[in-house]
């Protein structure tokens, strides 16, 4: 990743009335506005759109966080999306991650310190992520394990994280 400077302007906290409402959302929801934020703020639409999906993967369905986090680290790794990582190592630790495993997820081909539930869910995010088409052996797999709200769950997860690091990465956003 280059070092240049971050591609748009960064919108500081309170200097547009018109976002007032949704910057206090973001407040309530993240407790800061972070630099993906203030780069958001350029569109108000964009900006509420990107926070009510990413509120609902991350704090509102019925995946497990450790799960969650170790699907949006292994998406980060593979996008080279380094800020997304970064933002995500604390909450891997935070839902129980041992770090042996947050290391690891850096590595291409993953290693047998994973239990078969996240071998089989890192493998999702892999082909998801670096060939968008999934095996059908492979989705056979989770959606016999899962439940059809799980499934749909976990597949927006990795959906969705893509999504944040390739607008990280496009718009050079970097710690």
């Not at 506005?33 to 993967?57: D, H, K």
């Not at 991650?97 to 993953?110: E, F, G, P, T, Y």
């Amino acid at each position: 990743m280059n070092t240049h400077h971050i591609r748009v302007p960064l919108v500081i906290e309170g200097t547009k009335p018109e976002l007032k409402e949704i910057e206090a959302r973001i407040l309530l929801e993240r407790g800061r506005i972070s630099l993906l934020y203030q780069v958001l703020l350029n569109s108000a639409p964009i900006a509420q759109g990107w926070e009510a999906m990413l509120t609902a993967v991350r704090n509102q369905t019925s995946v497990s966080a450790d799960l969650r986090e170790l699907m949006i680290l292994r998406v980060a790794v593979l996008n080279k999306a380094s800020f997304e990582f970064e933002a995500h190592v604390p909450h891997a630790l935070k839902a129980g991650v041992a770090q042996s495993k947050i290391d690891d997820v850096r590595q291409m081909v993953l290693s047998n310190n994973f239990s078969d539930e996240e071998k089989l869910l890192l493998a999702m995010t892999d082909h998801m992520t670096r060939d968008i088409e999934v095996p059908s052996e492979l989705m056979a797999e989770v959606t016999r394990r899962y439940t059809p709200e799980k499934v749909v769950e976990l597949v927006a997860t990795v959906a969705a994280y893509n999504m944040v690091s390739r607008f990280l990465v496009a718009l050079n956003i970097v710690h």
